[in-house]
């Protein structure tokens, strides 16, 4: 895990990788290529990719039959828009049945200094600006959600947890192969069955279900382990400028940040297959 993170950092946040900035937009550089995204608070749309914008109609570039693809996605448990957009990437994949696609799951913490216990709404309303602005952002991602089939029940959700320790369950079901069984437990446990994250039982119990052997999840949620590469990746993540989440790389090639549409993603798929 630490050799992922050491090459995912090296090849795209040094050398010619760099993120520029310019007004209104970002720009992500890998080596002559670009991927140029607008700014907006929850996505982040493609407005070109390289010289050559491909869109849904166009026929994809050539590919290699049975090739591989790496995908490495920096997500929060505590992000609804990562629930969103790792669907639509799901759906975006199922499009590629020739291409073989290894997902890495790479921690990110929109607030790491987050203490147990804090009130959820209240919580919402001092970082987004108030009730009514909170209740509009509610709305806004329940009914994105809705789109893909997800179902969030933002009502019931009690307590803000520190997802520190969700996230160390995350890197130990990375080593066993069951991070995106994982995962979905986690992102539910929160979002729609207003579980406390922050209570190991609760954790325990979620991870069981996703079947991660239980003696080894009390063991790594007594002893502290995993922290060590919890923090890596958000070592990764600082080097690479990332400031949210979902954010996806291809290949080590092209970035994508925000839950974009199936067609935006099977978009970055194609042409960092054909780079």
């Known amino acids: 895990m630490y050799q992922h993170y050491k090459r995912l950092a090296h090849a795209l946040a040094t050398g010619s990788e760099k993120l520029s900035q310019r007004t209104g937009c970002v720009v992500r550089r890998c080596g002559a290529r670009a991927l140029m995204v607008?700014?907006?608070?929850?996505?982040?749309?493609i407005a070109r990719i390289c010289s050559c914008y491909h869109t849904a109609q166009q026929s994809p570039p050539a590919r290699n039959p049975m090739t591989t693809m790496i995908i490495d996605m920096f997500s929060d448990i505590v992000c609804p828009w990562c629930i969103i957009g790792g669907a639509r990437l799901e759906q975006a994949i199922a499009q590629r049945p020739d291409i073989t696609f290894e997902r890495h799951w790479h921690p990110y913490m929109l607030n790491p200094d987050q203490q147990p216990g804090v009130d959820f709404k209240s919580y919402i309303a001092q970082r987004f600006g108030g009730n009514?602005?909170?209740?509009?952002?509610?709305?806004?991602?329940t009914q994105a959600?809705?789109?893909?089939?997800?179902?969030?029940?933002?009502?019931?959700?009690?307590?803000?947890p520190n997802?520190?320790?969700?996230?160390?369950l995350m890197m130990m079901a990375e080593e066993l192969g069951k991070?995106?069984?994982l995962a979905p437990f986690l992102y539910y446990g929160h979002f729609r069955d207003s579980l406390d994250l922050n209570d190991h039982a609760v954790l325990c119990d979620l991870a069981v279900q996703a079947g991660l052997p239980k003696a080894d999840v009390e063991a790594v949620?007594?002893?502290g382990m995993y922290n060590d590469h919890v923090d890596a990746s958000l070592v990764t993540a600082q080097r690479l400028n990332i400031t949210g989440v979902p954010f996806f790389i291809f290949?080590?090639?092209?970035?994508?940040?925000?839950?974009q549409s199936p067609e935006i993603m099977l978009q970055?798929?194609?042409?960092a297959m054909s780079s």
């Open 221 to 223: 949620l007594a002893n």
């Open 163 to 168: 997802t520190r320790d969700a996230h160390r």
């Open 268 to 271: 970055a798929i194609d042409q």
């Open 145 to 160: 959600a809705a789109s893909e089939g997800i179902t969030f029940d933002f009502d019931s959700i009690t307590t803000s």
């Open 38 to 45: 607008d700014k907006h608070p929850a996505t982040i749309a």
């Open 251 to 259: 290949n080590r090639k092209l970035a994508l940040s925000g839950a």
């Open 132 to 141: 009514a602005r909170s209740s509009e952002m509610f709305a806004q991602v």
């Open 179 to 181: 991070t995106w069984e």
